[in-house]
């Protein structure tokens, strides 16, 4: 990974202490960042990550970026324990796979609620937080099934493509502020989040990779470090896209 300052900069991670999350909070705790991970749930993932990350500077906070109430009583917090916020990452998102047909509508309106609704609330405090310093980076993990679609992810494609759209929008809005807008879209990647895929499915989706591999955690946080920085500052609005060629 190339070596980044961050010194400076305060981060909020949604969705931070697992998989894809939890490696964007590593490097930039390992770049001088302080850092704010969020999770909804589980316990175990986080108190590991607090306990393996003793003495770094690593706040955790458990709510659901689906309630804009309980948003808003994350960021009185934050505000508590951070004096700025230059980066915010939008990574909190779940998959309930069915085809439409025999979707629940509780299935649908979860995915949309965590992964976009989700992307509003934190986006919208996150942007209060930035507005006065006239700076700040937001980066949401969207996914090429929002672009692709993929069978069996109707709801999971149509949250992902609202969080590009939605990032263009906002983009527009806040760069007078010098505040940069990109998504960054992994492909398959070695998470929690496609282990209960089938043997047999794992074998197809790798073989449509031109690098014939997942991509790793890692892959993703190099980017999102990249969109971070100030090296990044012309780029805004846009998806960059970390697939290994898909």
């Given at each position: 990974?190339m ?58 906070y ?41 979707m629940?509508?509780?299935d ?28 700040g ?43 940069t ?66």
């Amino acid at each position: 990974m190339m070596k980044y300052d961050y010194s400076n900069y305060h981060v909020i991670v949604s969705g931070g202490t697992r998989g894809i999350g939890r490696a964007i909070v590593e490097a930039f705790l390992d770049s001088g960042a302080r850092v704010a991970a969020t999770y909804s749930g589980n316990e175990e993932h986080a108190r590991k990550l607090e306990e393996e990350r003793k003495g770094f500077p690593l706040k955790i906070y458990k709510f659901d970026v689906s309630s804009y109430t309980e948003t808003e009583e994350f960021f009185r917090q934050y505000d508590q324990d951070f004096n700025s916020l230059e980066v915010l990452v939008n990574n909190a998102g779940i998959r309930r796979d069915s085809v439409v047909g025999m979707m629940p509508q509780e299935d649908w309106n979860a995915v949309l609620a965590v992964n976009l609704t989700g992307t509003y609330n934190m986006s919208k405090l996150g942007i209060m937080r930035m507005l006065p310093n006239r700076f700040g980076r937001i980066i949401s993990i969207t996914s090429p099934s929002g672009s692709m679609g993929i069978e069996g992810q109707a709801n999971y494609a149509a949250s992902k493509a609202g969080q590009v759209g939605f990032t263009r929008s906002l983009s527009k809005e806040v760069g007078k502020r010098k505040i940069t807008v990109n998504c960054v879209s992994p492909g398959y990647i070695d998470t929690e989040l496609i282990a209960d895929l089938p043997a047999e499915l794992v074998k197809q989706y790798k073989s449509q990779v031109p690098l014939k591999r997942f991509g790793k955690p890692a892959d993703v946080a190099n980017a999102v470090m990249f969109l971070s920085s100030k090296e990044a500052e012309y780029i805004s609005g846009t998806t960059l896209e970390v697939t290994g060629g898909i």
